[in-house]
């Protein structure tokens, strides 16, 4: 996959090496190309920003020629990769584990960072996708675009190392991951549950099933709503409610 990031903090990304992208880079299934749109400015100033036609508004907005002239540049060095082009905007819906799995089908992904108040909304027509990370103001696109990087690499094949952990994954699933224990089976007066040191299967299955139940029930109700439920589960929910556990 080829990721082009349009910002005017190039510098920020060094960060996006470490770690899982790292590793993706390493093995070659990531290239990634930085583009300061500032330098594409064909004012003397190099300006990447004015103020807003009308008057009276808070701050700067993002001009459009230098972000749809690098935009074309990047469309002409690569006019055969299925892309997307990607406005990263606090106003926009919600990026979520859906879009990671959508995004990492592609062969090319586009990151344009707004900063200041915003971009002017022309630069809109180049975009196939607009979206935020959550419901508060950055002071910038460029760490929403390293959180989705950070999503949609981990999903590659080879990336994580252990395809099951992808599978298994909160918000893949359906339900949140179930409680996990490693050695020592008592740590600080605090016992490992005794079904995970059965060796039986299917009890174990069942516990794991049970408290990934509860833990959604718990913390993302609105998830199991979505879930098509098997009558295993229903009676395990059934069980939960009735412990009033939750
Ligand atoms: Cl995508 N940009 C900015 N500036 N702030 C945000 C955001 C994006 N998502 C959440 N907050």
Not at 73 to 87: A, C, F, G, Y
Not at 104 to 123: H, T
Not at 199 to 224: A, F, V, Y
Request: net charge neutral; hydrophobic share 40%; with cysteine.
């Amino acid at each position: 996959m080829r990721i082009d990031i349009l910002t005017l903090f190039p510098e920020m990304f060094s960060s996006l090496e470490q770690a899982i992208l790292g590793k993706a880079k390493a093995k070659g299934l990531v290239d990634i190309y930085l583009h300061n749109f500032q330098e594409m400015s064909d004012n003397k100033q190099k300006h990447a920003d004015d103020y807003p036609y009308g008057g009276e508004s808070a701050g700067m907005l993002l001009l459009p020629q230098p972000i749809f002239d690098t935009i074309d540049k990047i469309q002409k060095e690569t006019p055969d990769l299925k892309k997307r082009v990607i406005l990263l905007d606090p106003t926009a819906q919600v990026f979520n584990q859906q879009k990671a799995e959508e995004f990492v089908k592609e062969e090319q992904l586009i990151f344009i960072c707004g900063r200041y108040e915003g971009v002017d909304e022309r630069v809109r027509f180049l975009v196939s996708d607009e979206v935020s990370i959550g419901d508060y103001v950055l002071t910038g696109g460029e760490l929403a675009a390293m959180v989705i990087i950070d999503a949609v690499m981990r999903l590659f094949p080879g990336v994580l190392g252990n395809e099951r952990s992808v599978k298994c994954d909160s918000y893949s699933s359906g339900l949140l991951e179930e409680p996990q224990y490693t050695r020592p089976k008592e740590f600080r007066g605090l016992k490992v549950p005794e079904v995970l040191l059965s060796g039986d299967h299917e009890k174990i299955r069942k516990w794991r099933l049970k408290e990934s139940l509860r833990k959604t029930c718990q913390r993302r109700p609105k998830m199991l709503e979505k879930l098509a439920l098997t009558a295993e589960m229903k009676k395990m929910l059934a069980e939960i409610f009735h412990t009033k556990r939750i």
